[in-house]
T-cell receptor, first 116, second 112 residues
Framework: GAVVSQHPSRVICKSGTSVKIECRSL??????MFWYRQFPKKSLMLMATSNEGSKATYEQGVEKDKFLINHASLTLSTLTVTSAHPEDSSFYICSARVGGIKETQYFGPGTRLLVL | AQTVTQSQPEMSVQEAETVTLSCTYD???????LFWYKQPPSRQMILVIR??????QNATENRFSVNFQKAAKSFSLKISDSQLGDAAMYFC?????????FGTGTSLTVIP
């Protein structure tokens, strides 16, 4: 199956700093990637849809200036949490879409962010 | 609006037995995809099974099978011969266009 990597797996940062999370599709090209946030024992909350070469589409209530998404190539999307605060602490998951007859999403292993 | 409902927050099954997880969804579309994903304690989301709505035949993947009832908008997952490694959160998902919608999940416990 398709493999998606995510880096870092966990990060601790001070309040006010920015954190970048990378999502890579290792063995396939993905024109569309998704970024989710997951709270403990809850479902995935879609934050934004990242399209290669164009601006990301953010879900209602997600601050685009705080969560910067860049999908610079067909295998890499990045999420930057700017001026992070403790309430941004969460588990962030990316996924990459495979279209066509094998339509599905493949997920990265997630990044645990803790803002002190 | 598309919604996905998993009415069983928690389920348990004896090892080697069979368990069925329920999922219903709401849509006015006729051509879409349905998925079951597994999230073990590692929190890595793993694709379990996929069903295309235009296919009447139920998808199967080894011990995992679905009961897809399109008219009833129901998509249940059956796990046969349950194993300890099946213990996880299971999420049902619906896809139309470029959007995926997830249910709230069912936590499955496998009892040795």
């Amino acid at each position: 199956g398709a493999v998606v990597s995510q880096h870092p797996s966990r990060v601790i940062c001070k309040s006010g700093t920015s954190v970048k999370i990378e999502c890579r599709s290792l063995d396939f090209q993905a024109t569309t990637m998704f970024w989710y946030r997951q709270f403990p024992k809850k479902s995935l909350m879609l934050m934004a849809t990242s399209n290669e070469g164009s601006k990301a589409t953010y879900e209602q209530g997600v601050e685009k200036d705080k969560f910067l998404i860049n999908h610079a190539s067909l295998t890499l999307s990045t999420l930057t949490v700017t001026s992070a605060h403790p309430e941004d602490s969460s588990f962030y998951i990316c996924s990459a879409r495979v279209g066509g007859i094998k339509e599905t999403q493949y997920f990265g292993p997630g990044t645990r962010l803790l803002v002190l | 609006a598309q919604t996905v409902t998993q009415s069983q927050p928690e389920m348990s099954v004896q090892e080697a037995e069979t368990v069925t997880l329920s999922c219903t969804y709401d849509t006015s579309e006729s051509d879409y995809y349905l998925f079951w994903y597994k999230q073990p304690p590692s929190r890595q989301m793993i694709l379990v099974i996929r069903q295309e709505a235009y296919k009447q035949q139920n998808a199967t993947e080894n011990r995992f099978s679905v009961n897809f009832q399109k008219a009833a908008k129901s998509f249940s997952l059956k796990i046969s011969d349950s194993q300890l490694g099946d213990a996880a959160m299971y999420f049902c998902a619906y896809k139309y266009g470029n959007q995926f919608y997830f249910g709230t999940g069912t936590s499955l416990t496998v009892i040795p």
